[in-house]
């Protein structure tokens, strides 16, 4: 912990453009300061009858002030050009500094806002520098964690130790995780080996659990929302290593090469080992939510993936299997329904957000998870996923709540939850395809099923956050069991 900073000192350059763009600004600000950086802004340094000018010449100049935010907005972009109003007064002073090789890194331009083409805005003197897009809110998260690890030099991606060849043949873009070694190899090996598929997913499985597992949750103070900025932290942490698990089996799903499921299965059983990891008493708690984020993930997006490329084998699978868990609370070897890897972790996540970003979310794991979404699988197949994995736990009188569910693309006043693999069963092609995964061998169990649901008022009733006016649609409001496989 020695080696930890302090503090660093930064100024935020700004345009006042309107109310909604500085409230932007001052949540940043006190993201940023809450995350360790000393901010200067003149929301709350600049004092009646101190000159603007000089405040800002020595906000630029100030040696102590070690990075100067550049936030770029259209009206910031008009007035640097301009050079115009106090913005032209900043930038008349930075540009200068902007040109000498010694101050080239103290000025970081902070994208606000795009243009129609999703072009980010910059003034002209910026136009080539790097910057950080904060414009999305979809991307921020990641986004902001590398502004935070450039402002205190901790990059993301880190130098390797030096290896012993011929062992490993490096370039340019070596990343220090195994789990990206073991995805390069299969994309080098399994059009040529596919027999060997198998040996492949054992070896990346265990490379994601090794590195996980070499994780730590670390707390810095004893609030609730400490513990959810552990937890936010850890998530980012183990990024890397979710987006080579999705990258690997979105190449797997996709050759239709057959493989054992119960590898999968072995995996997430083996990956509950985590949850007895670092800590007892109230330690322990956020520390086992912090790895039940993880699972939870990792088990979402496998069946996200499996649900994009129709793999309903896996699918059954997946929601069929027991999981004889390793965690200590599994003391009598008892299998487990998927539903145990639901975690929970919303109150601590939600302090977090309304400490640091002043923002009250409905769902915080929602956002959570959707703040990082990948190319690989859409916001909206996410969502889908959740709520399948809500509507097969339901029909077998288990629960998932499926926080993502307000992120639904096309939610409607208590329409939430049409899902395509659902509303397709109409067609009798459709419903032999995916009948099993929802544990039902004909067209008849499942309508039973349904009616029963329908008419028992216990079974039957809707889910959603309290205080929201959008719920998620029992199962038989989505797909009418009457017309289960009516069409070809």
Same mark, same amino acid.
């Given at each position: 912990m !020695?080696n930890?900073?302090?503090s ?10 309107? +109310? !909604? ?7 940043l ?9 000393d ?6 340094? #600049?004092?009646?009858?101190? !000159?603007?000018h ?9 040696? %102590? ?12 972009? =008009?007035?640097a ?8 007064t900043e930038?008349?002073?930075?540009? +200068?500094?902007?040109?000498k090789?010694?101050?080239?890194? @103290?000025?970081i +331009?902070i ?6 083409d ?11 520098r ?15 964690e590398?502004l935070?690890?450039?402002l ?16 490993y ?8 995780y195994?789990?990206?070694?073991? #995805?390069?190899?299969? =994309?080098y ?6 027999e060997r598929?198998n ?5 990346f499985?265990d ?6 597992s070499?994780? =730590?949750?670390s ?6 929302s ?5 937890l936010v932290s &850890? ?25 054992? &499921? ?8 083996k990956?509950t ?13 956020y520390?086992? =939510?912090?790895? #039940? ?9 496998m069946?996200a ?5 129709r793999?309903?084998?896996l ?12 965690d ?6 008892e ?5 145990? &890897? ?17 923002q ?15 190319k ?13 994995c ?11 709540f499926?926080? #993502?569910?307000?992120y639904?693309?096309?939610a ?13 069963m109409i ?10 995964? &929802? ?8 309508? @039973? @099923?349904?009616? %029963? ?10 889910y959603?956050?309290?205080?929201r006016w ?8 989505v797909?009418?069991?009457e017309k289960?496989?009516v069409?070809k």
């Amino acid at each position: 912990m !020695d080696n930890i900073p302090s503090s660093i000192k930064v100024f935020i350059s700004y345009s006042q453009t309107n +109310p !909604d763009h500085q409230d932007w600004t001052i949540r940043l600000a006190n993201r940023l300061v809450s995350d360790g950086v000393d901010v200067k802004l003149d929301k709350w340094d #600049l004092k009646p009858g101190h !000159d603007l000018h000089k405040f800002m010449e020595t906000m630029v100049s100030d040696l %102590e002030i070690q990075k100067v935010l550049i936030v770029c907005d259209k009206t910031y972009v =008009e007035k640097a050009n301009e050079r115009k109003g106090g913005v032209g007064t900043e930038t008349a002073i930075i540009t +200068p500094g902007i040109y000498k090789k010694s101050d080239q890194e @103290k000025f970081i +331009p902070i994208v606000a806002e795009k243009d129609d083409d999703g072009n980010a805005i910059l003034p002209i003197y910026l136009e080539s520098r790097l910057y950080f897009d904060l414009s999305d809110e979809s991307t921020f998260e990641m986004n902001y964690e590398e502004l935070l690890r450039n402002l205190f030099q901790r990059p993301s991606i880190s130098k390797p130790a030096l290896g012993r060849p011929p062992k490993y043949l490096f370039d340019e873009a070596v990343n220090t995780y195994k789990t990206s070694i073991a #995805l390069k190899r299969l =994309e080098y090996q399994l059009d040529r080996h596919p027999e060997r598929l198998n040996g492949f997913i054992q070896e990346f499985l265990d490379s994601v659990f090794e590195e996980i597992s070499q994780l =730590e949750i670390s707390r810095e103070g004893n609030l609730m929302s400490d513990a959810g900025k552990a937890l936010v932290s &850890f998530v980012n942490k183990y990024t890397p290593i979710r987006n080579d698990f999705i990258l690997f089996f979105q190449k797997v799903i996709r050759s239709e090469i057959k493989f054992e &499921f119960d590898l999968i299965v072995s995996f997430f059983e083996k990956m509950t080992l985590l949850l007895n990891n670092k800590g007892s008493g109230s330690h322990y708690a956020y520390q086992y =939510e912090g790895f #039940l984020i993880a699972i939870h993930e990792f088990f979402l997006y496998m069946v996200a993936l499996s649900l994009k490329y129709r793999s309903y084998d896996l699918l059954e699978n997946l929601f069929s299997s027991l999981y004889f868990t390793k965690d200590r609370e599994n003391y009598n070897n008892e299998g487990k329904y998927f539903t145990y &890897f639901l975690s929970k972790s919303n109150e601590d996540l939600a302090q977090y957000y309304q400490h640091a970003e002043q923002q009250s979310y409905p769902s915080p794991l929602g956002h959570l998870f959707t703040s990082r979404i990948t190319k690989e699988v859409s916001k909206q197949e996410l969502v889908e996923a959740d709520l399948l994995c809500h509507y097969v736990a339901e029909l077998n009188s288990k629960y998932w709540f499926p926080c #993502l569910y307000i992120y639904f693309d096309q939610a409607r006043y208590r329409e939430v939850g049409k899902i395509e693999i659902l509303y397709r069963m109409i067609s009798s092609r459709h419903f032999e395809k995916v009948k099993n995964l &929802f544990g039902f061998d004909n067209v008849e169990g499942f309508k @039973k @099923k349904l009616n %029963e649901m329908k008419s028992d008022p216990n079974a039957s009733r809707q889910y959603g956050i309290p205080g929201r006016w959008d719920r998620i649609l029992a199962i038989y409001q989505v797909i009418d069991p009457e017309k289960i496989g009516v069409e070809k």
